[in-house]
T-cell receptor, first 113, second 114 residues
Framework: AQKITQTQPGMFVQEKEAVTLDCTYD???????LFWYKQPSSGEMIFLIY??????QNATEGRYSLNFQKARKSANLVISASQLGDSAMYFCAMKNNFNKFYFGSGTKLNVKP | DAMVIQNPRYQVTQFGKPVTLSCSQT?????MYWYQQKSSQAPKLLFHYYDKDFNNEADTPDNFQSRRPNTSFCFLDIRSPGLGDAAMYLC?????????????FGQGTRLTVV
């Protein structure tokens, strides 16, 4: 069974600073995908970034980067130059070969001006 | 724009009265998912379809059923809603079963049970 763990229920960051949101996962699958989603207070889930289990380089998408450490089974999200609009819930998710997406419990990020 | 649309955005139902939530997609994706998300919790996978193949999660209560009459539409039926079923219900799609294809979400239906 897959399990996604996000140990930070809430985080604060000063505007313009970088922040790291932690995610660890547990799977016996060899092939899997790791995703981060942002959920603002309005409720929609917004895809941010993807990392494949076989990817050797860390994924980057604009201000988002994923610090992937396969041996440690961690896939931390780094947001650089935080903006007030980054305040939201952030979910780490894993997709397996059986089409299933499993989500962690989320981290609520608050960006302070 | 191609998207995932959930109707209604807000649904109030009576305890024990059957309710149906709907989801449509214009993405022509093969996979459709239903998630239940309670306040400040992770979205919980209820079931998913790959085309017409239905896949139920082992811990999804029998009270929850789903139908996918065609590629574009998927329905979540709650046969006898209890107070504990009040939650946000999220529909999502994915192009296929590859691990590198992301899920696209609708805006959700917030269900209140009175």
């Amino acid at each position: 069974a897959q399990k996604i763990t996000q140990t930070q229920p809430g985080m604060f960051v000063q505007e313009k600073e970088a922040v790291t949101l932690d995610c660890t996962y547990d799977t016996s699958d060899q092939s899997y995908g790791l995703f981060w989603y942002k959920q603002p207070s309005s409720g929609e889930m917004i895809f941010l970034i993807y990392q494949g289990s076989y990817d050797e380089q860390n994924a980057t998408e604009g201000r988002y980067s994923l610090n992937f450490q396969k041996a440690r089974k961690s896939a931390n999200l780094v947001i650089s130059a935080s903006q007030l609009g980054d305040s939201a819930m952030y979910f780490c998710a894993m997709k397996n070969n059986f089409n299933k997406f499993y989500f962690g419990s989320g981290t609520k990020l608050n960006v302070k001006p | 724009d191609a998207m995932v649309i959930q109707n209604p955005r807000y649904q109030v139902t009576q305890f024990g009265k059957p309710v149906t939530l709907s989801c449509s997609q214009t993405l022509n994706h093969n996979v459709m998912y239903w998630y239940q998300q309670k306040s400040s919790q992770a979205p919980k996978l209820l079931f998913h379809y790959y085309d017409k193949d239905f896949n139920n999660e082992a811990d999804t209560p029998d009270n929850f059923q789903s139908r996918r009459p065609n590629t574009s539409f998927c329905f979540l039926d709650i046969r006898s809603p209890g107070l504990g079923d009040a939650a946000m219900y999220l529909c999502a799609t994915s192009r296929d079963g590859r691990v590198d294809t992301e899920a696209f979400f609708g805006q959700g239906t917030r269900l209140t049970v009175v």
